[in-house]
């Protein structure tokens, strides 16, 4: 372990800072059947199933896996996916408990904040817009702003660069599924922490490698803030 204070912490939005309340679930139900996945049966299990594996990841990389070679499908099956989930968020989305309070701290404390998302830049607007959330970070980021999705490090990578953080070492990622904690390992962050209040169980998380499983974004803060002192 290093002996240099963590600088940055990179936290996912739906499932770690943001409740998500089985809306992305929800919002792919009516996207496989704008695809033309069968509304019942093996195919549409199998699709289910796959999304919850994947949960974090880009949507349009999700769709194009489950729909193979036709981007036109996938295209449409990502547009009713984000149009679905932004009709759902505008009813009303709720942070997780503490989660407004935990970024504060840590922003006080000198440790800058960057929120990111596996939805698009438009639907990470909207959800933003919904919780008045759009100064409450150093920066926010979707797939689109840094190149790839999870689980891929650009977007981790991304915000060190942006906001001036000297070294991998000192940012702390925090997520609820297996591939917020693959984003996390291959960018070498030191801290790479799994929340119970999403998509993932602690076993799920420990098996991707999380150096750190954490009730909360509260818990994950009070981590950060013990370690500088």
Request: charged share 25%; net charge negative; no cysteine.
């Amino acid at each position: 372990m290093s002996d240099k204070q963590i600088d940055l912490a990179v936290l996912d939005m739906a499932g770690t800072t943001v409740a998500d309340d089985g809306l992305v679930l929800r919002a792919f139900e009516q996207a496989a059947t704008a695809a033309g996945i069968p509304a019942e049966g093996p195919e549409r299990d199998t699709a289910r199933q796959y999304v919850i594996d994947t949960m974090g990841q880009s949507k349009i990389v999700v769709f194009r896996a489950l729909l193979g070679d036709d981007e036109d499908r996938a295209q449409a099956a990502n547009h009713a996916f984000e149009a679905a989930y932004a009709e759902f968020a505008n009813a009303g989305v709720e942070p997780i408990p503490g989660a407004a309070e935990a970024i504060s701290a840590l922003r006080a404390a000198g440790i800058k904040v960057a929120l990111t998302t596996g939805f698009s830049r438009e639907t990470q607007d909207k959800l933003l817009n919904a919780l008045g959330w759009h100064d409450i970070a150093d920066l926010t980021l979707a797939p689109s702003d840094a190149g790839r999705g999870r689980p891929y490090p650009d977007m981790v990578l991304t915000a060190l660069l942006r906001l001036e953080i000297d070294a991998v070492d000192r940012v702390a990622v925090l997520g609820d599924t297996a591939s917020d904690i693959a984003t996390g390992l291959a960018a070498g962050a030191r801290i790479v922490a799994g929340t119970l209040t999403g998509a993932h169980d602690e076993e799920q998380l420990r098996a991707a490698g999380a150096t750190h499983v954490v009730p909360s974004v509260a818990e994950f803060a009070r981590l950060l803030l013990a370690e500088r002192g």
